[in-house]
């Protein structure tokens, strides 16, 4: 499988040890950066053409990694077809693929061991989607708003509970 990998300056040797690991394990990285320690970079830089390149590869999957792996999230999430996870434990990584159909994950890399982390990216490059039809309808309100901008009608139980934006603000 193609891995698509983008960190900053506090991922750099995970990644480095991942690309490694991939290889190892048969799977094809493709390194997005950084590729020199300056801890001054930008993850944006780097995880956006990690997320834009698992988007445009259809069947790859993605990790980026940062300090604490929440901005990293975030910028993958900006990609138009991407749905990336934070992940911090073994659950969250079998449940990112198996109820989200994740493409991409994100690891803080001041948050774990080299070994933790490499055990998250185990498992979710094994953990293929349940297909479930209650995730793929949840998929689907997400990719939908994505294209559309148009919000998931109401449950007819929510009407009359939802706040509406003040008209005066």
């Given amino acids: 499988m193609r891995v698509h990998l983008g960190t900053d300056h506090a991922g750099l040797e995970l990644k480095q040890h991942l690309i490694s690991w991939l290889e190892t394990h048969g799977?094809?990285?493709?390194?997005h950066?950084?590729?020199?320690?300056?801890?001054?970079?930008d993850y944006p830089v780097f995880c956006l053409r990690a997320a834009a390149a698992v988007a445009a590869d259809h069947g790859s999957l993605g990790v980026v990694i940062g300090?604490?792996?929440?901005?990293e999230q975030i910028a993958a999430n900006k990609v138009k077809g991407v749905r990336a996870a934070l992940v911090w434990n073994h659950d969250t990584a079998v449940l990112a693929r198996q109820h989200n159909d994740a493409n991409v994950i994100s690891v803080g890399g001041r948050m774990h061991t080299v070994e933790?982390?490499?055990?998250?990216?185990?498992?979710?490059?094994?953990?293929?989607?349940?297909g479930e039809e209650r995730h793929v309808r949840r998929i689907k309100m997400l990719t939908d708003y994505e294209v559309t901008g148009d919000l998931p009608a109401l449950p007819a139980s929510a009407?009359?509970?939802?706040a509406t934006p003040d008209a005066d603000a």
């Fill in 27 to 31: 799977h094809e990285p493709v390194d």
């Fill in 33 to 41: 950066g950084a590729f020199v320690y300056d801890a001054q970079d």
């Fill in 67 to 71: 300090g604490s792996g929440n901005g």
């Fill in 116 to 130: 933790e982390m490499t055990g998250f990216v185990e498992l979710f490059l094994a953990t293929p989607f349940s």
């Fill in 159 to 162: 009407e009359g509970h939802t």
